[in-house]
Structure formats: structure tokens, C-alpha cells
């Protein structure tokens, strides 16, 4: 089989001259030259390897995106939200899935790095951890300083512009929302605790019980891992350990959605017996029954956004993007009686 260098050496060319003819490079070339090539390439039966060609367009239009894990509703919305910005922009996205796990991220920033992408998107919650946190700043560094752009979506401590989601607000109004209703005996289910995310939406949830002269014992708060089974899990904890409660604020949907199965099977209902929040309103919220009262945050409006914060020219600062949350109230809550 007939290779590039072989086409080059027939043409009388350079293999990169070659490879500029045949890949359709605007870059300028005599109509003989082009010709030379051409011939080449059918004389020799030359058939260019299509690989090869995708991952050198790839380098020029490529933007690279961490996520925790793009089957997650939350990252589903967001990613959603890059790809319109991105695929409006002619751009190419490359998803990567780390798991939470830190050392996996640190890995594909090298890669992504080694690929010369245009920009490198970091779509999830920082972490409590100093160590992973320098180290990944070191990479992100190295990476801005040959003209890479970074873009992270939650709270981090990292070099770039932020699209920041109101993870604290959103944690007070779903306090508001329980406690504002007379519930003195609520149960939280938290995400892991080495996220940033997990850490704000708690504080939040901590300063409503302040406001109405409430307290969230340490007993009553589980932690999870932001997932349907998990939350499901937690669920059963918090009943087993407190049978008295009145309500249970999950820090996201999906385990909210555990939650409730857990209450169907125990015959609990909801929301005469037992109200129920939400966070980040995915679109399973409006169709679980009875549909979830949740926080909402505009997921696939900050992926977007943190797109086309990548994708704009570097700032003298760093940006810093403020992304809303509003309580959806639906049927799973309702003051206590």
C-alpha cells in the first residue's frame, strides 16, 4: 500500500506539501504542483488515512470537556448546552468522563493537552483537596500559557473564567421551602463530601434553618453520591435512624428520585406525610409522581455560557459568570399540618 512519503517522492514534493494538497489546504500552491500530487496520488493509488486526517482537524477545532459523567442528568443538561454553542461555532467536542476521580482528571487534561485543543472545559464541582488542586492548577497553567483557554463551571480555585451556579441560595431556598412550612424533623441527603457543591448546598440549607430558629443535626444529614440507588440508600437510613421526620431535602434529583421510591414502598405519602425537595430540576422532576418540588438551576444555559466563555478572546481577568437558582414548587411538598 502506497504511503504519503511515497506520494511525496513521486511529486518531487515535501511530504507536508503533500499532505496540504491532498487534505484540501487553503494554504496556496501552483496549479503544476497541485497537479504533480494529484497525479501521484493516482498513479500510486494512494488512499489517505482517515484517521489521521480527522485528529489533525481535531487539533485546530477541538474543545475538551471533564465531566463527572455525562450519563448523570446534570451533566446530560450542561453538556447539552455545550454542544449548541460549540456546534454553532464549527467546534468539535471531546467528552471525557472522570468518575470524581481526581487523578483521572488530571490525566485527560494531559491529553487534551497533547491533542491541542482549543479549550479545555471543566464541567463539574471542585474539590476539598489542596494536593489535587495544585496539582491541577500546574497542568491548567502550563496549558494557558501556550495559548489554551479554560473555562470551569462550578465553585474551583483554578486559573480560567467560571460560570458559577448559586449552589448556597439554591440550599437556603430549599431550607426555606421545609422549614419556612413548619417542618422541624428534616433529613438531608448530601452528595459526597469532598465536593465543593455538596459543601455550599449544605451551608445554604444550614443558614434557612438559622432563619426560622431551626436546627440539622449532624444525625439527620447522610451523604451519597448524587445518584438514584444512593439516594435511595441514604432514604432508608434516615427512616430507619429517625421515623419521626417530616421531610427530606435531597441535594439533587436524581437521588430525590430514590428518595421517593423508598417512601412508595413504605407506604409514606407523599406529601401528607412526608414532604420532599429536590435540586437542579432535570427533567425527570416534572414527570415522577407526584412531581418534584426541586431547585432550579438553568443547566443547559451554563453549559452555554461556559462554551462561549471558552470560545471568546482571554480577559485581562478571569470572568466570573453567576448562574441563578429559583424553587420550583410542585406536589411533593407542602406545609406541615
Do not use: W
Not at 491533542?115 to 471542585?126: E, F, K, T, Y
Amino acid at each position: 500500500m502506497a504511503t504519503l512519503a511515497d506520494v511525496a517522492r513521486r511529486a518531487g514534493v515535501s511530504p507536508a506539501t503533500a499532505s496540504r494538497i491532498i487534505s484540501g489546504s487553503t494554504k496556496l500552491v501552483t496549479d503544476e504542483l497541485r497537479e504533480r500530487v494529484l497525479r501521484a496520488v493516482d498513479e500510486l493509488q494512494y488512499v489517505p488515512n482517515a484517521h489521521a486526517q480527522f485528529l489533525a482537524r481535531a487539533q485546530r477545532t477541538a474543545v475538551g470537556v471533564i465531566v463527572h459523567d455525562v450519563s448523570d442528568p446534570y451533566f446530560a443538561e450542561i453538556t447539552r448546552g455545550l454542544q449548541q454553542v460549540a456546534t454553532a461555532n464549527g467546534r468539535l467536542v471531546i467528552i471525557c468522563n472522570s468518575y470524581r476521580d481526581p487523578s483521572r482528571e488530571l490525566e485527560y487534561v494531559e491529553l487534551l493537552r497533547a491533542q491541542q485543543v482549543a479549550a479545555i472545559i471543566l464541567a463539574g464541582s471542585g474539590y476539598h483537596d489542596p494536593a489535587f488542586t495544585k496539582a491541577l492548577t500546574g497542568k491548567l497553567g502550563a496549558y494557558t500559557r501556550t495559548g489554551g483557554r479554560v473555562s470551569v463551571i462550578g465553585r474551583h480555585e483554578l486559573p480560567g473564567d467560571a460560570v458559577m451556579p448559586a449552589n448556597a441560595d439554591g440550599g437556603h431556598l430549599a431550607g426555606v421551602e421545609v422549614f419556612g412550612g413548619g417542618h422541624r424533623k428534616v433529613g438531608v441527603i448530601a452528595g459526597p463530601k469532598v465536593l465543593t457543591t455538596t459543601t455550599d448546598r449544605l451551608a445554604g440549607l444550614r443558614r434557612a434553618a438559622r432563619q426560622y430558629g431551626r436546627t440539622l443535626p449532624q444525625r439527620r444529614i447522610v451523604f451519597a453520591d448524587f445518584d438514584r440507588d444512593s439516594g435511595a440508600a441514604a432514604t432508608r437510613q434516615l427512616l430507619d435512624d429517625s421515623p419521626d421526620l417530616t421531610a427530606i431535602v435531597a441535594l439533587n434529583d436524581s437521588m430525590a428520585v430514590g428518595t421517593l421510591s423508598v417512601l412508595r414502598e413504605r407506604g409514606i405519602a407523599v406529601p401528607s406525610q412526608m414532604s420532599v425537595v429536590g435540586f437542579d430540576d432535570m427533567p425527570i422532576a416534572r414527570d415522577v409522581t407526584p412531581a418534584l418540588t426541586t431547585v432550579r438551576l438553568p443547566l443547559t444555559e451554563m453549559g452555554a455560557r461556559a462554551m462561549t466563555l471558552a470560545l471568546e478572546d482571554r480577559a485581562r481577568t478571569p470572568r466570573v459568570e453567576p448562574a441563578p437558582a429559583t424553587l420550583v414548587h410542585r406536589e411533593s411538598s407542602a406545609p406541615l399540618t
